[in-house]
């Protein structure tokens, strides 16, 4: 989330946005609960409005 928002737009992000299909929580406390990290992920991306091409992250190089 930090790639994408920023670091303190990610965490306003968590724990405030309610989630629908998550009965009403927050990101946070949807992954406290115990919820797919993935699925939460998707459906930030789904409010915030996240292009398709940007909601695997940032490509990362291996080390060489």
Known sequence: MEDEFGAGYAHVLADDLVLPG?????????????SDP???WLAICEMQEVPQSRRLGRDVKPPR
């Open 38 to 40: 993935r699925e939460v």
């Open 22 to 34: 998550f009965g009403g929580r927050t990101a946070a406390r949807a992954l406290r609960d115990g």
